[in-house]
Antibody, heavy 122, light 110 residues
């Protein structure tokens, strides 16, 4: 079945860096857009970034633009999020999700991984 | 940027119908998707493209979208439906395309 497994979370000091990975299985990874979404403790969902199937189209939320970099390796069925200049407000569970798009190229997320916790604290 | 507004909480007795709204400017012109999130778990898609259900989602879950309001309707509510629910749109209309989530609604089954 379709499965997404995130890894790479942990405790990092403000200003530090972390790289998250998402291993995909059960579907043709190279056919789908992919995305990262985060959720701060006790808060709602916040979209972070998405990347097209080929990697040629990438968008970021304003809150992470210039600090985070999304990438993918279709040969390895993997999605990545390089996070630099981390701040306390980046503390959250980070989910990777497969993007499904309709005829109007509007997308939704299905399924989601189990998430990986990133804590930014001194 | 585009904003989606949800009520923070909705309460309903078992067996009754819960309606969770998602407001946005001319949201009827967009496709709206809904997620259910139970404590400690990842979100799960329950409705996509306004009113379609993924396989495995009970028919009790339905959606509608018109004007400035989209609605997720849960019929014959069960205790297991207690969760947070989020609406989402894909905002490609602006010069800064992205994804927008509503703030979430906590459904309490009395």
């Amino acid at each position: 079945q379709v499965q997404l497994v995130e890894s790479g979370g942990g405790l990092v000091k403000p200003g530090g860096s972390l790289r998250l990975s998402c291993a995909a299985s059960g579907f043709t990874f190279s056919d789908y857009y992919m995305s990262w979404i985060r959720q701060a403790p006790g808060k709602g969902l916040e979209w972070v970034s998405y990347i097209s199937s080929s990697g040629s189209t990438i968008y970021y939320a304003d809150s992470v633009k210039g600090r985070f970099t999304i990438s993918r390796d279709n040969a390895k069925n993997s999605l990545y999020l390089q996070m630099n200049s981390l701040r306390a407000e980046d503390t959250a569970v980070y989910y990777c999700a497969r993007v499904v798009v309709n005829l109007y190229r509007e997308g939704w997320f299905d399924p989601w991984g189990q998430g990986t916790l990133v804590t930014v604290s001194s | 940027s585009y904003v989606l507004t949800q009520p923070p909480s909705v309460s309903v007795a078992p067996g009754q119908t819960a309606r969770i709204t998602c407001g946005g400017n001319n949201i009827g012109s967009k496709s709206v998707h809904w997620y259910q999130q139970k404590p400690g778990q990842a979100p799960v898609l329950v409705v996509y493209d306004d009113s379609d259900r993924p396989s495995g989602i009970p028919e009790r879950f339905s959606g509608s979208n018109s004007g400035n309001t989209a609605t997720l309707t849960i019929s014959r509510v069960e205790a297991g439906d207690e969760a947070d629910y989020y609406c989402q749109v894909w905002d490609s209309s602006s010069d800064h395309p992205g994804v927008v989530f509503g703030g979430g609604t906590k459904l309490t089954v009395l």
